[in-house]
């Protein structure tokens, strides 16, 4: 009943504010596109219909936590970022901010993230090593793929990375746990995969995006809080596949 008792409770919020809204659990994300002063004092105007909501019905607002973000391209960052406020305190402008477990930064690059889950994976496999090291090859593999993969693949298809630095990055945690798996053997990394059947992390990532990609032409989301992506049109599909989707 919990889940629904919340939803119940905050069904106005997003008419009530006005605003671009993204709502999670206990979390909410307002945004706005700013170009101008006026854009500026609309943002602030949103908050404080925000505020007035959270007054009327009662609930607290840990004004300690709301962040402001801006994100822009590279080279922008410079400009002076505007102070917006809740309630008379004005919001920490930062550079990068966790929500849901994924650490945004102002330039949408995700290194920041990356880092913190490889470093992660690393720990938890230091961990794996010290206290099973008496296990057998398919045993550690699958503790490998319960315990440190996961780390490295939890929603990837927000973060997955484009830059050969963070590709490289993550995809030696593979690297070094499977010499540990194939402790003794002079293999290559190629031979490691092989021998133990394992596709490499930036293989397995591409499924995911594309699986996300398809649920998003196809209306699988609600566009209203989705990605907007068009299709080329009908004279090139009749040059390709012809099937509307490719």
Known sequence: MGPLLLIIYINDLVDS????????????????????????????????????????????????????????????????????????????????????????????????????????????????????????????????KTMVRPLLEYTNSIWSPRRVCDLTKIEKVQMKATKYMCRGKDLSYDDRLRSLKLPTLNYRRIPGDMIELYKIITGKYDSNCSLQLYLRSKLVHAVTRGNGSD
């Open 17 to 144: 504010c006005d605003a671009n809204l993204f709502l999670f659990a206990n979390g909410a994300k307002i945004f706005q596109h700013i170009n101008n002063t006026v854009d500026v004092l609309t943002l602030q105007n949103k908050l404080d219909k925000f505020t007035e909501w959270t007054d009327k019905w009662l609930v607290k607002l840990n004004v300690g936590k709301c962040k402001n973000m801006s994100v822009c391209h590279k080279g922008q960052g410079d400009t002076i970022t505007p102070v917006y406020n809740i309630k008379g305190v004005a919001l920490e402008n930062v550079d990068s901010y966790k929500y849901q477990g994924v650490t945004d930064d102002s330039h949408l690059k995700f290194d920041k993230h990356i880092s913190e889950k490889v470093n992660k994976a690393y720990m938890m496999l230091g961990i794996l090593r010290r206290n099973f090291k008496d296990v057998s090859c398919e045993c550690f593999l699958n503790l490998y």
